[in-house]
T-cell receptor, first 113, second 109 residues
Framework: KAGVTQTPRYLIKTRGQQVTLSCSPI?????VSWYQQTPGQGLQFLFE???????NKGNFPGRFSGRQFSNSRSEMNVSTLELGDSALYLC????????????FGPGTRLLVL | EDQVTQSPEALRLQEGESSSLNCSYT??????LFWYRQDPGKGPEFLFT?????EEKEKERLKATLTKKESFLHITAPKPEDSATYLC??????????WGAGTKLIIKP
């Protein structure tokens, strides 16, 4: 079974721009969660999607948004980028909502200049 | 407040030198404790789930144990390929994972 895939792997943007990241979960997995990882804050939960609906949201500003499609693929969008948004963005999938065992993709490294 | 604390922040060992990593947690009702391994530039890789005090799980040179307040990841006779950051996490009341900051393990040959 193919693992979780994320595109792009690396991205450089400037302040004020917006960015869209994509995640394809493991086949058959319907829950997708997004995390931000930085050296200072570690792994922080952004949101979880299940059956095209956002089920949970972390403490991030409204500039961070996401969506899930009927094939369980998910995208997250960050608008009006700030320098502090530079991070590794990780996507994780699991078979069901609330399934704690999550399987992570390789991440998208975002650098905001 | 739900919290996960890992220690030490970093650990340097010689190849073959066994040691343990600690993950202490405060959560209202334990719904499991998860250990992951993360290599540089990669996403975390699932290792173990523990659900009740006294439970133990093993995988190759790794053994995870759980008490009511903490978990230990024991590494026996480590090899350089065991070098990585080890993360633990517990679910909160909404079943979202709360993560520790990780322990960076370096095994020198």
């Amino acid at each position: 079974k193919a693992g979780v895939t994320q595109t792009p792997r690396y991205l450089i943007k400037t302040r004020g721009q917006q960015v869209t990241l994509s995640c394809s979960p493991i086949s058959g997995h319907r829950s997708v969660s997004w995390y931000q990882q930085t050296p200072g804050q570690g792994l922080q939960f952004l949101f979880e999607y299940f059956s095209e609906t956002q089920r949970n949201k972390g403490n991030f500003p409204g500039r961070f948004s996401g969506r899930q499609f009927s094939n369980s693929r998910s995208e997250m969008n960050v608008s009006t980028l700030e320098l502090g948004d530079s991070a590794l963005y990780l996507c994780a999938s699991s078979p069901r909502q609330g399934e704690e065992t999550q399987y992570f993709g390789p991440g998208t490294r975002l650098l905001v200049l | 407040e739900d919290q996960v604390t890992q220690s030490p922040e970093a650990l340097r060992l010689q190849e073959g030198e066994s040691s343990s990593l600690n993950c202490s947690y405060t959560v209202s009702g334990l719904r499991g404790l998860f250990w992951y391994r993360q290599d540089p530039g990669k996403g975390p890789e699932f290792l173990f789930t523990l659900y009740s005090a006294g439970e133990e799980k093993e995988k190759e040179r790794l053994k995870a144990t759980l008490t009511k307040k903490e978990s230990f990841l024991h590494i026996t006779a480590p090899k350089p390929e065991d070098s990585a950051t080890y993360l633990c996490a517990v679910p909160d009341s909404n079943y979202q994972l709360i993560w520790g900051a990780g322990t960076k393990l370096i095994i020198k040959p």
